[in-house]
């Protein structure tokens, strides 16, 4: 819940939301995992300034998380997690050609392990960046964008005396920069080409440098590396857009190269809760930076199909293929999902609407030679709402249902697929309101 005090240039406002969450574990069937959280926010634009600036904005926040990890009935292990942030965004003046905003984002976060089962130390985290963003309207047909980011971060761990954590005897600090550029060519009033080039850094989280243990909730043990350095990549993406009344959509390619990619990556062997070997135990998985490449091609459309008096029908088409190669290993990367396609059918007439949809899946087999492939799906899925007014309110009833014909899907990129598969048919009702 929430409030605001809005004025014609402008708005200031504070939030509350609570989430309370009590699941089981599909890795393990006597755990439980209790999870709450509170977050509270602020935010505020001031708009028409005068001087450098045209108009400024604000937000920050504070979450407050804790999640216990129930074992046969005994909290085994609490997750502590306290989170500071503000963000301010300021949108200068033209300057020539130039339209943009620059800005500064702050966090911090106060993380806790409590319990035998920690897999990671006591860490706090600092970050601080500064950033802008650049737009162009070079001719009447090209427009450009420009953006640069530049982060410090600094993680501290805390072992509190485990001899678990002897790798967490450090803080580690980075300083990430990174750099974008775009461009959108309007060909024809249907057609245009859109482009990107970018070189991103990111630095590792503290799960990466400092995580030693058994992670109850994915059945894994998982290692980080104190030494990782920070994740380097040059991504591209090429889209060719249209839209003539019609049809509305798109056709792209894209490529990633990672001189260091920071990957969850299994080693074969299986640990018991001490990290020892046992052929009994749970896998191991390690937090290493390797050298990768991603590539893959996407599509979407929106197409209208007839409008009259039984209402405006549409189709949405959309597909997308991704490849990740380990070029240190020469093997695939884990966890990526196979090629996917989606068929929706949209209808609309007056306050109801409905659509039904169709996803396929492909099998996964270019997977690391120690990780099981997935096979392919077919999932059907359905919904129908219907929209009224309550005073100033509006509503919005609906059924919606998933996976009608039941299938078995196991996601490619869950490390829990070979454990769970995603969920079977499932009928939601509902209620939705804004105000």
């Known amino acids: 819940m929430g409030g605001s005090h809005t004025w014609e240039d402008g708005y200031a406002g504070l939030s509350y939301s609570n989430y309370d969450s009590n699941y089981g574990s599909p890795a393990e069937s006597d755990v439980r995992i209790r999870m709450e959280q509170e ?29 216990r990890e129930i074992a046969g009935g005994e909290v085994g292990t609490t997750f502590k997690n306290k989170g500071y942030e503000a963000r301010i965004e300021a949108r200068h003046q033209p300057l020539g050609p130039f339209n943009g905003v620059v800005g500064a984002q702050v966090s911090r976060n106060e993380f806790s392990a409590l319990g035998e089962e920690a897999f990671v130390p006591h860490l706090d985290t600092d970050a601080g960046a500064l950033f802008i963003l650049e737009e162009l309207q070079a001719t009447d047909r090209l427009l450009l964008t420009l953006g640069g980011r530049l982060e410090h971060t600094t993680v501290d761990p805390d072992a509190k005396g485990s001899e678990r954590f002897v790798n967490a005897d450090r803080s580690s600090s980075f300083t990430a920069g990174s750099l974008s550029s775009g461009a959108v060519y309007t060909l024809t009033p249907v057609w245009s080409v859109a482009a990107t080039l970018g070189y991103t850094e990111r630095a590792p989280t503290f799960y990466e440098l400092y995580a030693n243990g058994a992670h109850v909730a994915t059945g894994t043990y998982e290692l980080g590396d104190a030494d990782l350095s920070k994740e380097k990549a040059v991504s591209s993406d090429l889209a060719l857009r249209f839209d003539n009344g019609t049809h509305k959509g798109s056709v792209g390619a894209f490529y990633s190269h990672f001189s260091n990619y920071i990957g969850l990556l299994g080693t074969g062997r299986t640990l018991n809760d001490e990290g020892e070997e046992d052929a009994d135990g749970m896998p191991e998985y390690t937090y290493s930076g390797v050298r990768a490449q991603f590539s893959g091609v996407e599509a979407q459309d929106h197409w209208r199909l007839a409008e009259g008096a039984f209402g405006k029908f549409a189709l949405e088409l959309s597909g997308d293929y991704t490849r990740a190669k380990n070029l240190d290993s020469g093997e695939a990367l884990p966890r990526i999902a196979p090629l996917r396609l989606n068929t929706g059918l949209l209808w609309e007439l007056d306050r109801w609407q409905a659509r039904i949809d169709v996803e396929h899946a492909s099998s996964q087999h270019r997977v690391p030679e120690n990780e099981s492939g997935t096979d392919g799906y077919t999932t059907l899925g359905a919904n129908v709402g219907y929209y009224f007014d309550v005073g100033q309110s509006k509503w919005l009833a609906f059924v919606n249902a998933e996976n009608l014909t039941n299938q078995t899907v196991r996601y490619a990129s869950s490390i829990l697929r070979d454990i769970a598969p995603a969920e079977g048919r499932s009928i939601q009702v509902g209620l939705r309101t804004s105000f």
């Open 39 to 67: 977050h509270y926010a602020f935010a505020s634009e001031i708009r028409n300034l005068d001087g450098p600036f045209s108009s400024l904005k604000l937000d920050a926040g504070h979450t407050d998380y804790e999640h």
